[in-house]
Every structure is written in C-alpha cells, then in structure tokens.
C-alpha cells in the first residue's frame, strides 16, 4: 500500500529534531528579552580607540568635585619639562635652615630638594596642607656688568581653580646673596605667579637669588582632586637665567 492518499502526502519529522527546535527558540527569545532589560550576560563589543585616551589623558570631574582620575598615568603627570634635583643653578629646598646657612648649603650642594607638596580635601575643597608649610626657590644668576640687577621668578601650574588661587604666595625672608652667600640690599615685589628680586651687584659675577614661597595659600581652593594620589605640577624659573627650571608636585595624600 503506498504511502500517499489521494494526492495528500503524509512527512513524518523526527520527534528529536523537533524538541531541539523548540529549545532554540525558546532560549533565543529568553536572551533578547534580558537583553532589553539590561540584564544580557551577552555584552556587547565596545570599539577601543586610542586617541585622546592613552599615556597623555588628562583628568577630568565635574565642577565642584574634582577630577575623578581613570588612568594610571594621570597620577605622574610630567613636570612641562622641568627637573626635580639639588646641586645644581637651581633647587627648591626646605626651610629647616634660614639666610646665609640654607645659601651655603645650596652653593655646596647639600641642601635638601624638596619634590612634593602634600594636601587634603573636603568635597573637593582644599583643607589642608601636611607638609611642608613652606620652600625656598634658590638660583644662580650671572651678572656680568655691576649696577642695580632684577631677576624675575615666574611659578606655573596646571592647577586651575574656579575658587581661590592655585598659586603659593610670597614668604618673608626673601633675597639675593653674593657668590659667598653675604646677603645684599634687596627689594622683592609682585608674588605668586611672578616675583622681581632686585639688588645692587658691587662687581660682575655669580649671584644668588632666593624667594621663599608659602603653601597654604592653596588652602580654600577648588575644585581639586579627592583622589589619592593625584598630583598637580608646578614650575619655577627666572628670566635670564640658564638651568633655572624646577619642578615640585602638589599631590593628594
């Protein structure tokens, strides 16, 4: 007897291949449904690009909070090229010793370099400065006619706040010494971001210039980073005179 009736054909499908069938769909339709609720174990691929986002990525936060900080990079921010050393034109030393002893010791090259400022925050703000309370900027500048002499001190930062000033302000004790360290009539003006050392020069020679900079001057800006670890850079130099560039880092503790 034949296997058709009439001109009907009957196709018998496998009952196995039918239950595969069912589960597939049944588990497709599950995924794209927890996908749309944002509970898909399926992620999707995320194009990588490295521009704006590799070693040289910057950070940034809303204002008010400061920077929240995603690269591991943003935590050793270069220096705009200038050094962190003792010894030599020029050092930022501490103020463990005043006058003609930290000159002395600047001149021999065995005066302590200081790196690092450390602060604290409150909610993006500021609070505080750990240590140290102040520096000293030492240079070695050339005169080479006597007569009145003026060197400027210029500070640099890429610390902006909206609130406040990023600048350390100008300290007492301010200025300039002969090449044997006998401090000299000295009259100092401007402060943060640009001080004038002038004094009187008796002969052509080597000449050292000294501006004590105070830290908590930065206490009560904002925003500024809450993250630990963050740094800011600072630069100092003087006009006209060579090897002068020096950097420290403000640095979250």
């Not at 589960?23 to 996908?35: I, P, Q, R, T």
């Not at 690092?116 to 505080?128: E, L, Q, R």
């Not at 301010?174 to 401007?190: F, H």
Request: net charge neutral; proline share 6%.
């Amino acid at each position: 007897m034949s296997g058709d009736v009439g001109s009907n054909r009957v196709v018998l499908v496998h009952p196995v291949r039918t239950v595969i069938a069912v589960l597939a769909a049944l588990l497709l339709l599950g995924l794209l449904v927890a996908e749309r609720g944002g509970s898909s174990p399926v992620q999707p691929l995320r194009n990588i690009s490295s521009g704006g986002h590799g070693a040289g990525a910057s950070a940034s936060g809303p204002a008010g909070h400061g920077p929240s900080v995603a690269p591991s990079s943003a935590l050793q921010p270069k220096l705009f090229g200038a050094t962190i050393s003792g010894g030599g034109a020029s050092q930022i030393t501490n103020t463990a010793f005043k006058g003609e002893t930290e000159c002395t010791l600047f001149t021999g090259g065995t005066a302590t370099t200081v790196s690092t400022i450390s602060y604290d925050t409150n909610n993006g703000t500021i609070s505080k400065i750990t240590t140290p309370g102040s520096f000293w900027y030492f240079v070695s500048v050339q005169v080479t006619t006597p007569g009145t002499q003026s060197f400027t001190v210029t500070q640099t930062t890429n610390y902006a706040p909206t609130t406040g000033t990023p600048y350390f302000s100008l300290g007492g004790g301010s200025t300039a010494y002969d090449g044997s360290c006998n401090p000299l009539g000295t009259t100092v003006t401007g402060g943060g971001a640009s001080t004038t050392v002038s004094f009187t020069a008796a002969t052509a020679g080597t000449y050292i210039v000294s501006v004590k900079f105070m830290t908590h001057s930065v206490v009560g800006s904002s925003p500024a980073s809450d993250t630990p670890g963050f740094s800011y850079n600072y630069t100092f130099s003087t006009t006209g005179a060579s090897g002068s560039t020096q950097g420290l880092l403000l640095t979250h503790v």
